[in-house]
């Protein structure tokens, strides 16, 4: 349920809708599993993805924007880095890198589309590429331990304040893992505001954000100015 309440704002009175069930943030940490399979040239790259669980490629895809939160790489997972890193493929490096985890529904169709990459990319190669530097590609998994940090929103200025400052794995929880890993029809974020403020319009807005295009802290941005917008024009009505 929803409730509207009046606040005074700069000398004005307002009407602030308010949700009977808070948003109750949740930060997370990963805990990482290394597992015994490691390729050293792309043709057992592509038959090792074939082969690994699930949570192996949730982990070298969606779980990467964890790990590098602050920063927006030119590889934005494990696989495209690698190619490009240590293989010196860039060819088939930025194949990997424009591929949108997005655009899938399920970690078994990314898993398809992965092989399909690099499966075309070494039917047009005379030769199958090999580490040439350092390190094989090392499969890893991870579990996701979820956080509590104390904080709840219960008006959307209230849930805008919150994002502001909140640590990005809470960003990160509420809008990779609920949705991809944990199977939620959309973000916890946008089904809150739909569901407890009745916004109908800022959830479908927060719902078509695409989490992949930047780092957590450009998501962050982004979140934030769909919240602004919204404020902006909810005042400008009153």
Not at 79 to 96: K, N, P, S, T
Request: charged residues 25%; negative net charge; contains cysteine.
């Amino acid at each position: 349920c929803v409730r509207l309440t009046a606040e005074l704002s700069e000398g004005a009175w307002i009407v602030v809708l308010t949700a009977d069930a808070p948003f109750a943030f949740i930060g997370c940490s990963e805990l990482q599993e290394s597992i015994a399979h490691q390729a050293d040239d792309e043709k057992e790259l592509a038959e090792l993805i074939e082969e690994v669980p699930l949570d192996s490629i949730h982990f070298h895809t969606h779980s990467y924007f964890l790990r590098h939160g602050l920063i927006e790489g030119t590889y934005p997972n494990d696989f495209a880095q690698w190619v490009v890193m240590q293989i010196g493929d860039h060819v088939l490096g930025e194949r990997l890198a424009v591929l949108d985890p997005f655009d899938y529904p399920d970690l078994e169709n990314l898993r398809e589309e992965l092989i399909s990459i690099i499966d075309d990319h070494l039917s047009r190669s005379p030769i199958i590429p090999r580490v040439v530097f350092v390190q094989p590609f090392h499969f890893k998994r991870s579990r996701i331990l979820e956080v509590p940090i104390g904080l709840e929103a219960r008006t959307l200025q209230e849930f805008r304040d919150i994002v502001t400052d909140i640590d990005v794995s809470s960003i990160y929880y509420h809008m990779f893992e609920a949705h991809f890993r944990l199977r939620r029809a959309e973000n916890d974020f946008s089904a809150w505001l739909r569901t407890s403020l009745k916004l109908t319009n800022l959830a479908d807005r927060i719902r078509s954000i695409n989490p992949y295009q930047g780092s957590l802290e450009r998501l962050r941005s982004k979140l934030i100015s769909a919240c602004d917008d919204f404020l902006t024009s909810e005042s400008a009505k009153s």
